[in-house]
């Protein structure tokens, strides 16, 4: 094998070396950001944001990889979303549709971004697109949670507990990610932010 060879090969692992330790950190990120409520009226935490900057900052790729560690770390029992809860109980819960609606959100932030380019208006579109998925994701299974343990429950109803309260402050974790992106990249490491 000759030298040149041997520097690409180091310099691959030493990419993919980086690649996953930036993946776990942003899944940590991600829960550091869920376990910080922000006390309003209706109280509520930093996910979203966390999923934001991940994917602004790593790229769809390696974004949506460290949304699925988040998830699947919290799913085995690790204390990672909003009050240190943990496990499938939460996942299959309620709320359970807006965790996994995190992947949805990611995947459309990548798609928009994959076809449209990477300027600050694009990314702001794929934020407010990766939201609204989120949001139809976690209603859906509301809905249908809420009517199986409970009773029937009405479109309207579910929007004004589950959705209207935060559409606000996710309009301006979407600015502050923005932000956060547009400042913290220039310093990131090149990754091909695929």
């Not at 991940?54 to 799913?75: D, F, P, R, W």
């Not at 992947?103 to 990477?118: N, R, T, Y």
């Not at 609204?132 to 479109?155: E, K, N, P, S």
Request: with cysteine; proline share 3%.
């Amino acid at each position: 094998m000759s030298t040149n060879s041997k520097n690409q090969s180091i310099s691959r692992k030493s990419s993919k070396t980086l690649e996953l330790a930036l993946c776990g950190l942003f899944a940590a990120l991600m829960a550091i950001c869920s376990w910080i409520q922000i006390p309003t009226t209706v109280p509520f935490t930093l996910q979203t944001f966390g999923v934001f900057v991940a994917i602004g900052l790593l790229g769809g790729k390696l974004g949506t990889i460290s949304i699925a560690v988040y998830i699947a770390l919290g799913a085995i029992g690790v204390p990672v979303f909003s009050g240190f809860g943990g496990g499938m109980g939460v996942i299959l819960g309620s709320t359970g549709g807006y965790i996994i609606g995190f992947i949805g959100s990611a995947l459309v932030m990548w798609l928009i971004l994959h076809f449209f380019g990477k300027s600050t208006f694009v990314l702001a579109i794929s934020m407010v697109m990766g939201l609204l998925v989120c949001y139809a994701f976690g209603t859906a299974w509301f809905m249908v949670i809420y009517t199986r343990d409970v009773g029937a429950v009405g479109l309207a109803t579910v929007l004004g507990w589950c959705v209207t309260p935060f559409i606000i402050p996710d309009l301006i974790k979407i600015a502050c990610a923005l932000l956060i992106t547009n400042r913290v990249k220039k310093f990131m490491p090149v990754l091909g932010r695929k």
